[in-house]
């Protein structure tokens, strides 16, 4: 069974950092397209960035700069690094896996159907 747990969310100011982490159980991060998304209150999910099995990290735009995504196969984890934060990174981070991919990994949430329940972060200023 597919399982994604996210955890390290939580209420940091302007400036913080976070890192966020992301445990799969039911397969192996390294081999498929895996992802950090985020969703603020009212608006549509977005991603951050995604890893193939290559692995080659792709970022969204909006993102690039601040946000490092790594991973580490013997924990079967994923990360999301967030430096610098500011109050529109307030939003549920979700990472998600697309277990159909091992390459050319989409920046598009639909196209992943395997989700975690989400960690909040909140940036107060």
């Known amino acids: 069974q597919v399982q994604l747990l996210e955890s390290g969310g939580g209420s940091v100011e302007v400036g913080g950092s976070l890192r966020l982490s992301c445990t799969a159980s039911?397969?192996?991060?390294?081999?498929?397209?895996v992802g950090w998304f985020r969703q603020a209150l009212g608006k549509e999910r977005e991603a951050v960035g995604t890893?193939?099995?290559?692995?080659?990290?792709t970022y969204a735009a909006s993102v690039k700069g601040r946000f490092t995504i790594s991973s580490d196969n013997a924990k079967n984890t994923l990360y999301l690094q967030i430096n610098n934060l500011k109050v529109e990174d307030t939003a549920m981070y979700y990472c998600a896996a697309d277990l159909t991919r091992r390459a050319g990994c989409s920046l598009i949430p639909r196209s992943y159907n395997n989700w975690g329940q989400g960690t909040q972060v909140t940036v107060s200023s």
């Open positions: 039911g397969f192996t991060i390294g081999h498929y397209c």
């Open positions: 890893v193939d099995s290559k692995p080659i990290t």
